[in-house]
């Protein structure tokens, strides 16, 4: 049964200390039973308080806070009342009074703490480009923590940044448009983001990148009640995921895509020898 000081322990010989930064994504109900807790409500409090105790009042908060309805049923994106599809946590993380949301309608990223606006604030339209709250927290080399998931596939969006950022092949940009409304502001903006290929069964599994971290002193994973805790730094973690991009493109994944020529993105050339030589000789 995990105890409040012993989740502070672990928080802290994880490396996480007053001032920083700290990205979480979560599975809190693979830790198992709190000390003390009844609630569902108690459980989310004890995580967040222990959090904040840690990397005290100069320290920020985040999660994932993705709003999948939008593009799937073209539900409206309010920033301040959408909920997130990222879990219990990233949910009870809105729901403070101080907190800050990215405008992203689908990918956003909600803080809380003394950096929340740096993070999440201002015009961005780029799920995880050049001003995104991804390549934020990657500058400000964020901790990027996942609690209760461990190495097990999923609970690093982060490593999505990364995709962006090398330009892996099985992506497209999609271009988002709909009902956006930011703290009390109508948002006519074209938004997009990218986006796997939907035809070739594009499945992630991010294991063996994430357990390579591990041996080489990047990444810790700690014992948390009966699960784990999983610390890298952002910056960290990027530049071994670009090195395990270049190592095989398609590492993020179960397996290369079945691309197919003749069809996105593997539609071959544009131009047929003849017709680029007619070309050449019209532009003469």
């Given amino acids: 049964m995990l105890t409040f000081d012993d989740y502070i322990k672990t928080l802290k010989h994880a490396g996480i200390k007053s001032g920083d930064i700290v990205h979480v994504q979560s599975n ?27 990397v005290g009042p100069e320290g920020t908060i985040s999660c994932f806070s993705m709003f999948t309805d939008f593009q799937r049923y073209g539900k409206p994106y309010i920033a301040e009342s959408s909920p997130c599809n990222s879990g219990d946590f990233a949910n009870f993380l809105l729901q403070q ?48 923590v996942s609690l209760g998931l461990g190495t097990r596939p999923g609970g690093s969006s982060f490593l999505h940044y990364i995709e ?56 810790k994973e700690l014992q948390l009640g009966g699960s784990s805790l999983y610390v890298v730094d952002a910056k960290a973690m990027f530049d071994a995921g670009i090195a395990w991009l270049t190592k095989d493109i398609y590492g993020f994944l179960n397996s290369p895509p079945k691309f197919v020529d003749g069809q996105m993105p593997c539609d071959g050339i544009t131009l047929k020898r003849e017709d680029a030589s007619a070309q050449d000789t019209d532009s003469k």
């Fill in 28 to 54: 809190l109900r693979r830790i198992g039973f709190i000390e003390g807790i009844r609630s569902r409500k108690e459980m989310l409090e004890f995580y967040l308080k222990g959090l904040q105790e840690v």
């Fill in 97 to 144: 009074e101080e907190v800050v949301r990215s405008m992203h309608p689908v990918m956003s990223v909600a803080a809380l703490g003394a950096k929340a606006q740096m993070l999440c604030g201002g015009g961005h339209y780029s799920a995880f480009g050049y001003d995104s709250p991804w390549r934020r927290l990657h500058h400000q080399n964020a901790k990027i």
């Fill in 164 to 219: 962006a950022a090398y330009g892996v092949p099985y992506q497209y940009t999609k271009l988002i448009r709909g009902d956006i409304t930011y703290y009390g502001e109508l948002i006519e903006k074209d938004f997009y983001m990218a986006i796997r290929y939907l035809d070739y069964d594009i499945q992630y599994n991010t294991t063996a990148f994430k357990e390579s971290l591990l041996p080489q002193g990047i990444a």
